[in-house]
């Protein structure tokens, strides 16, 4: 495997369910992203992970937990989401989060609907 | 508050050249990213200017001018496979990007 993986591509879940959304970077990069895409907006910055520490939380609602084991692995636990949650979810992965040149390299994204 | 402005639907024809603007207002500025996204699938780097100027990568250049908060990415030679989504983002003073909604591509032979 190379780059940036997620899994799973695609995701339907009821509002009561507990699934859990993975990302994987094999590019020895030590900052790791989660973005909420919605049609026609802009990337929403979810939460930043520097060297499996959480730097950025932009006020996302508790039932989005995020959670870095390790510099390679980053998870986003959900419970109890709601419709408009419905949206891609990408996980993002760059070399040194405090850099004025800060390519982050993207995964697949997870396509998750709720119903 | 900050904010990113780019067109959010353009149409070229193959063969022709198009150029996406996008505009800013950021705390802070340490560099201008652009990014393609195809339908379904991730995005992927495009080109990074920092400084004022124009950067030449193949068919694709990208423009920058720090004074008037303002980029373009200008596309020449125009093909069926550019047809996508070109998201501007910037990187504030935290380093954190700052995104656009971004432009959707419609190229037509």
């Known amino acids: 495997e190379t780059g940036v993986t997620q899994t799973p591509r695609h995701l339907v879940m009821g509002m009561t369910n507990k699934k859990s959304l993975k990302c994987e970077q094999h590019?020895?990069?030590?900052?790791m992203y989660w973005y909420k895409q919605s049609a026609k907006k802009p990337l929403e910055l979810m939460f930043v992970?520097?060297?499996?520490?959480?730097?950025e939380n932009n006020s996302v609602p508790s039932r989005f937990s995020p959670e870095c084991p390790n510099s390679s692995h980053l998870f986003l636990h959900l419970h109890t989401l709601q419709p408009e949650d419905s949206a891609l979810y990408l996980c993002?992965?760059?070399?040194?989060?405090?850099?004025?040149?800060?390519?982050?390299?993207f995964g697949p994204g997870t396509r998750l609907t709720v119903l | 508050g900050q904010n990113i402005d780019q067109p959010t639907e353009m149409t070229a024809t193959e063969g022709a050249i198009v150029q996406i603007n996008c505009t800013y207002q950021?705390?802070?500025?340490?560099?201008l990213f652009w990014y393609q996204q195809h339908a379904g699938e991730a995005p992927t780097f495009l080109s990074y200017?920092?400084l004022d100027g124009l950067e030449e990568k193949g068919r694709f250049s990208s423009f920058l001018s720090r004074s008037k908060g303002y980029s373009y990415l200008l596309l020449k030679e125009l093909q069926m496979k550019d047809s996508a989504s070109y998201l501007c983002?910037?990187?504030?003073?935290?380093?954190?990007?700052?995104w656009g909604a971004g432009t959707k591509l419609i190229i037509k032979p």
């Open positions: 983002a910037v990187s504030d003073s935290n380093y954190q990007l700052i």
């Open positions: 992970y520097n060297f499996k520490e959480q730097t």
């Open positions: 590019l020895g990069h030590n900052a």
């Open positions: 200017n920092v």
């Open positions: 950021t705390s802070g500025f340490n560099g």
């Open positions: 993002a992965s760059s070399s040194q989060g405090q850099s004025s040149y800060n390519e982050q390299f």
